[in-house]
Nanobody
Framework: QVQLVESGGGLVQSGGSLRLSCAAS????????MGWYRQAPGKQRELVAA???????NSADSVKGRFTISRDNAKNTVYLQMNSLKPEDTAVYYC????????WGQGTQVTVSS
C-alpha cells in the first residue's frame, strides 16, 4: 500500500522560504515520477513541480526559478524547496506520483503573508 506523508508547511512572510518533505512508503521514489501539487481555496489542484525517475525536473511557470524539487533516495523522500514565496503560493501542498494515484496524503498547509 502506497503511503505519502507531507510535512514542512507553515506560515511565512512574503519573500521567505520553506522546505517541504514527502516521506514515501510502498513505492521507490527513485523509480517513480513524482510531483508536488497544490490546491488553493476555491481552485483546482495543480501540479507545480515534477521529478522523473531519470532525475529530470520541470516546474510550472508560476514557480519557475523559485521552487526546486529533489529527492533523497536513501530516505525515499521527495522535497520541495520553496524560495521567494508570494501570497499567491498559499495553498495545501501534496506530493503524489505522476500521473497521480487516486489516494492522496493529508497535505501540508503553506500560508504566505504579505
Amino acid at each position: 500500500q502506497v503511503q505519502l506523508v507531507e510535512s514542512g508547511g507553515g506560515l511565512v512572510q512574503s519573500g521567505g522560504s520553506l522546505r517541504l518533505s514527502c516521506a514515501a512508503s510502498g513505492i521507490i521514489v527513485r523509480m517513480t515520477s513524482m510531483g508536488w501539487y497544490r490546491q488553493a481555496p476555491g481552485k483546482q489542484r495543480e501540479l507545480v513541480a515534477a521529478l522523473t525517475s531519470g532525475g529530470n525536473t520541470n516546474s510550472a511557470d508560476s514557480v519557475k526559478g523559485r521552487f526546486t524539487i529533489s529527492r533523497d533516495n536513501a530516505k525515499n523522500t521527495v522535497y520541495l524547496q520553496m524560495n521567494s514565496l508570494k501570497p499567491e503560493d498559499t495553498a495545501v501542498y501534496y506530493c503524489n506520483k505522476i500521473p497521480a494515484q487516486s489516494l492522496w496524503g493529508q497535505g501540508t498547509q503553506v500560508t504566505v503573508s504579505s
